[in-house]
């Protein structure tokens, strides 16, 4: 079956990088996502990778794909406050499939 | 104003009270969602429409029912709440996968958090 794991805590100070790191299960999973929960709000996309990349940037976020560990991580460069949220990891199969989420991990960036 | 709303935001209620929630989308897309958020355990899928003639059950749909009334409207309903539904619920939107890329972004409301006494 389906299982994505992520750590529920992370704690970094304003400016140093910050990285997320997921595990999942299913050998099959097309594409990877990282989703962003800011508190009080529902989850937005924040990127995604297809499973044929092993890396990919965007500005100042870098995802990480371990396909043999089954391993996705998420590197935020020059960590703000902004950043402060919950972020999830998720994967489907296929285009359009379902998408199962890791539990979170909550980032606290301080000043 | 906001592409998927959901009404309410907020509510508390007592064990065996029926319960809605509601969820309306403007994007046009076909395929919605309900989950539940509880703490460590991410998003759980409740259940899920393709489109308005279709109705499938998620990973925990025991204790719930839904409704799709139209392409832009998926309502949740809790016919008699107990204790443990109590948690933040959340209703999404997506387009089957077609914006190009090949994957497939969901659209999530604000949520509703529910407290059942």
């Known amino acids: 079956g389906e299982d994505v794991e992520q750590s529920l805590f992370l704690s970094v100070r304003e400016g140093d990088s910050s990285v997320i790191n997921c595990t999942y299960t299913?050998?099959?999973?097309?594409?990877l996502y990282w989703y962003k929960q800011e508190p009080g709000a529902g989850l937005q996309l924040l990127t995604y990778?297809?499973?044929?990349?092993d890396m990919k940037q965007d500005q100042r976020l870098t995802v990480l794909l371990n396909k043999k560990d089954k391993h996705l991580s998420l590197r935020i460069a020059d960590t703000q406050t902004g950043d402060s949220a919950i972020y999830f990891c998720?994967?489907?199969?296929?285009?359009?499939?379902?998408?199962?989420f890791g539990g979170g991990t909550r980032l606290m960036v301080k000043p | 104003d906001a592409d998927v709303t959901q009404t309410p935001r907020n509510r508390i209620t007592k064990t065996g009270k029926r319960i809605m929630l509601e969820c309306s989308q403007t994007k046009g897309h076909d395929r919605m969602y309900w989950y539940r958020q509880d703490p460590g355990l991410g998003l759980r899928l409740i259940y899920y429409?393709?489109?308005?003639?279709?109705?499938n059950k998620g990973e925990i749909s025991d204790g719930y029912s839904v409704s799709r009334q139209a392409q832009a409207k998926f309502s949740l309903s809790l016919e008699s709440a107990i204790p443990n539904q109590t948690a933040l619920y959340f209703c999404?939107?997506?387009?089957?996968?077609?914006?190009?890329?090949?994957?497939?972004?969901?659209?999530f409301g604000p949520g509703t958090r529910l407290t059942v006494l």
């Open positions: 299913d050998s099959s999973s097309t594409y």
């Open positions: 429409s393709f489109d308005v003639k279709d109705i």
């Open positions: 998720a994967e489907t199969l296929n285009a359009g499939n379902m998408l199962t």
């Open positions: 999404a939107t997506s387009d089957r996968g077609l914006a190009g890329w090949g994957g497939d972004e969901q659209f």
């Open positions: 990778i297809f499973s044929n990349m």
